[in-house]
């Protein structure tokens, strides 16, 4: 077949189908059915086989998912909850009602996933807070390190449980047993109104028998530096920066100690001659070699040497002597040394000789010159003097010898320098404390000082301390004893620092509060002048952690600080440890009254009845007892509960009463006896022993035998206290089933003909139908379960 022929058949074809279903014609040209297959290939070939087998099955189906595809992109996905389109002014009522009330639902969903989540996030940081502030509190008590800001954490009482069979043994050192017999005999001195001696005295000859140089040099600076001729009634951290005793205290320490290292390197031969004792140590320091650029001589050893030694060791008119001997050049001179000496100051020739060492002194290769002209002049305050000052204690006796009197500004750069430029790891604090410790000492940073001590393994001295540089008032005390060990206080100078004695003493005596309780006190008696947020005694609140720590079992502290109580009539009440704290603004009876308050607070009634019958108020401590005996009175007696302890408690109470050792209201005796009338009542209850209990119950008044008898019941029920009205619905269903199980005694196997039975059947319904009344009548709702009880009791006897 040609090609002729094939167009021919291929035009008969067309020319029939558009006859046939008038389909409209498509005419391409080869180049364009070329272009359509290469496209379609195109297509197949890009696709992956998930596509094709996709397009093949949807097809098949009748699907075009091409266009299915490109309708699909075109839709507007709109947000869930976005609010919907405001509509047009020409909207009908209702298509506008309906996008108003979808709009209202979109906005109240809205709101509420906001709040929700507003809620979850407050929620959740609250916890995050509280877990926070609880850590806190455990890493300031454990790791008690320097802070520069101020953190208002309160403590959570913690409950500590020990096995009372173990038994107790003293958890104090020999060393701190010592320190703690010393502040027990201080203590003792204040209570009895004696002269208050020099605690930081009594310490530092205390640790000369420990045996420890370093202990011992640590003590003697502390003291020689706080030992000021008037105590400090105002803020110790402001009148620090003013007295100049402190800074006087600290040279005269550094002059004895270079004064008595000058007598071991030339003998003790000199050493009550200050002249004889330089000159010899000069003559055994300086050699020929060593004295060159020394200008001045003087016997042919070098003069300033001679000067400057003269001044540190404390001997002002051994330099004045040796400068008069010098000759009449130096007498000016001389003279300033004497004039400083005795507090005088000569300003015309002070300003000679400083002109004098501007022009020509300064650069003289005699740094000892230099060194006496700035000491005496205060010249050049930020030289080192680095060829004088060989040790940190010469650098600090130039340093604190250069301040004139009443140089708070300059005082507080030294202190600087010290805490901040150099600091702890200039001084290698970690393996030299003590270097450290009497560098803080000396310019008079004794809170940072203590708590040096405290962070490196040595609280027991750093506690003693703290103590008696409170009891002097020389110590920076915290503001608040909420805050850390050591605090920041803006408004103090810098760079001071105060000190938690509050932490830092209870952190101490927590370790032996239960083995040595006596030594305990003493230390918190030390707080007896602090407050706690709440405004509380510091001291009252120790003795009551220690109280409401030892547990409510364990009477064996509360014996030991209060003493015992009466148990009859003929005995006294001995007393306890707290005793020897009785002085004016602590009573016996008053702390005990104080404490009881806190207990209450606490809900630790038991031990607050205690205390309140030693402070001889019988009227609360009867109150709380009925309190702690309505609660336990309807349950079973069993030995070593609550109940069994209180039922002892109400028997001593008793004797008390009838003996007439203790005087009460009559109404709190009047509750207390008809509880007591009830805790026999349910002991016979629960043994079974049901007409003994029926009578203690008659003694009561309290529940009725007949119809008759609700009246006056109810009139008895009226007048009674809020603890005894708790017990009457327990003591309705005690009554109750006692009514039920007599009933049920007395009914027969059989029909019953007895008369006498009948009517005694019909006297417990009687009685049954009363207290049914009573609890009916009652002017309190009475508990649900009570009401269902007494209702099936008495429907059970019907």
């Known amino acids: 077949m040609d090609l002729n022929t094939l167009l021919q058949r291929a035009q008969n074809l067309t020319n029939e189908a558009k006859a046939e279903y008038e389909m409209p014609q498509v005419e391409r040209t080869l180049q364009q059915v070329l272009q359509a297959t290469t496209d379609l290939h195109s297509r197949v070939t890009q696709s992956s086989n998930k596509d094709i087998q996709a397009h093949i099955l949807l ?83 454990a790791l008690i390190g320097p802070s520069q800001n101020f953190i208002d954490l309160q403590r959570l009482p913690e409950h500590i449980s020990l096995d009372p069979n173990l038994p107790i043994s003293r958890c104090l050192s020999p060393m701190e047993l010592i320190y703690a017999q010393e502040l027990r005999h201080y203590n003792e001195l204040l209570l009895k109104g004696a002269h208050r001696p020099n605690l930081v005295q009594k310490f530092a000859v205390l640790t000369s028998s420990f045996g420890d140089d370093r202990l011992t040099d640590m003590w003697s600076t502390v003291a020689a530096v706080t030992q000021v001729n008037e105590p400090v009634h105002s803020d110790p951290i402001k009148a620090r920066q003013q007295r100049p005793e402190f800074v006087i205290n600290a040279k005269s320490c550094l002059e004895r100690h270079y004064k008595i290292y000058m007598c071991t390197l030339v003998g003790a031969a000199h050493s009550s001659n200050c002249y004889q004792l330089v000159r010899a140590y000069v003559t055994n320091r300086f050699s020929a070699q060593q004295a060159i650029g020394l200008v001045d001589t003087l016997d042919d050893k070098p003069l300033w040497p001679m000067v400057y030694y003269s001044l540190r060791c404390g001997a002002a008119e051994a330099a004045v002597e040796f400068l008069h001997e010098a000759g009449p050049s130096y007498e000016d001179f001389a003279q300033v040394i004497a004039d400083r000496s005795a507090g005088a100051v000569n300003s015309r020739t002070e300003t000679q000789l ?306 007439l050792r203790i005087d009460v209201e009559p109404k709190i005796r009047g509750s207390f006896a008809l509880l007591q009338l009830l805790l026999v009542f349910f002991d016979l209850h629960h043994e079974g022993k049901l007409v003994q209990a029926l009578e203690q119950l008659q003694r009561t008044q309290l529940m009725p035998n007949t119809t008759d008898d609700v009246e006056g019941c109810l009139t008895t029920i009226k007048k009674l206290s809020g603890e005894v009205i708790k017990v009457i619905p327990d003591v309705m269903v005690a009554a109750m089933d006692i009514t039920l199980t007599q009933y049920n005694q007395l009914m027969p196997s059989g029909t019953c003909s007895s008369n006498q039975l009948q009517l005694q059947l019909e006297k417990l319904r009687v009685r049954a139908k009363a207290l049914s009344n009573l609890a009916a009548s009652m002017p309190f709702r009475m508990p649900y379960e009570t009401n269902k009880r007494l209702m099936q009791l008495e429907l059970m006897m019907h």
Request: glycine share 6%.
């Open 354 to 659: 400083k002109l004098q060492y501007a022009n020509k002194i300064k650069n003289s290769t005699d740094a000892y010159k230099k060194a006496v002209y700035c000491l005496i002049l205060g010249c050049d305050p930020n030289e080192l003097h680095g060829e004088v000052a060989k040790t940190i204690d010469d650098y600090l006796w130039i340093k604190l010898a250069m301040l004139r009197p009443g140089d708070a500004a300059g005082y507080g750069r030294l202190q600087s320098e010290i805490l901040e430029k150099y600091g702890e790891k200039h001084f290698h604090a970690s393996n030299q404390t003590d270097v450290y410790f009497k560098a803080l000492v000396l310019v008079g940073l004794f809170e940072a000082s203590i708590e040096l001590l405290a962070r490196n393994g040595q609280s027991v001295h750093a506690v003693h301390m703290a103590i008696a540089l409170h009891e002097l008032g020389v110590l920076g005390g915290a503001r608040s004893v909420s805050q850390p060990l050591l605090s920041i206080d803006i408004a103090d100078p810098q760079p001071l620092r105060r000190l938690n004695l509050t932490r830092l003493v209870r952190l101490y005596a927590q370790r032996f509060e239960r083995t040595d309780t006596t030594e305990a006190l003493n230390y918190y008696f030390t707080l007896r002048c602090l407050r706690d947020p709440k405004g509380r005694n510091m001291f009252l609140t120790c003795v009551c952690d220690l109280v409401v720590g030892s547990g409510a079992l364990d009477t064996s502290i509360f014996d030991l600080i209060f003493g015992q109580r009466m148990t009859d009539a003929d005995e006294e009440v001995p007393g306890g440890v707290f005793s020897q704290f009785d002085c004016p603004e602590f009573d016996t009876n008053t702390t005990a009254s104080l404490i009881a308050e806190e207990l209450v607070a606490r809900g630790s009634f038991e031990m607050a009845v205690r205390l309140y019958e030693l402070a001889g108020n019988y009227n609360l401590a009867l109150k709380h007892f009925n309190i702690l005996l309505a609660q336990v009175v309807q349950l079973s007696p069993q030995e070593g509960s609550q109940r069994a302890r209180l039922r002892d408690e109400a028997n001593r109470f008793s004797r008390l009463l009838a003996a």
């Open 59 to 141: 097809g098949s189906k009748g699907i075009d998912l091409p266009k299915l595809t490109q309708k699909l992109e075109a839709l507007n996905a709109r947000n869930t909850f976005e609010p919907v389109d405001v509509v047009g002014a020409d909207t009908d009522v209702c298509t506008f009602l309906k996008n108003e009330r979808e709009n209202a639902i979109l906005s109240v969903i809205e709101d509420t996933n906001k709040n929700i989540s507003e809620t979850v996030s407050k929620q959740k940081w609250v916890n995050l807070n509280s877990t926070w502030n609880e850590e806190k509190s455990r890493l300031l008590d």
